[in-house]
């Protein structure tokens, strides 16, 4: 059964950092790519980024470029989002999915896979 697993979420002040991870197991079929996206309490969920497995393309949503990073491990089967000068308004549910085709951009309807998510609060 495929499955995603989300972890390392947590409180952290303003300016602080966050490395959140993703294991995925359970896939017989290669999946294409890794999106992180994350849902503030009453907000619709959003894109953060997302990294094909083959490593060579790499996207973000505007509000996170050049703070935050998204990496994998493959070999690990797992992908890391790296959040660094976190502000409050990065308080969120953190989710990973996997698209198991190729698809245009970080679209969450593209994702086939869902993880349960993990909590990050930023807050001082």
Known sequence: QSQLVESGGGLVQPGGSLRL????????????????????????REGVGCIAKSGDSTIYTDSVKGRFTISGDFTASTVYLQMNSLKPEDTATYYCAAAMTRVAGCPDNGMDYWGKGTLVIVSG
């Open 21 to 44: 991870s993703c294991f995925a197991s359970g896939f017989i079929e290669e999946y294409y790519s890794i999106g992180w996206f994350r849902q503030a309490p009453g907000k619709e």
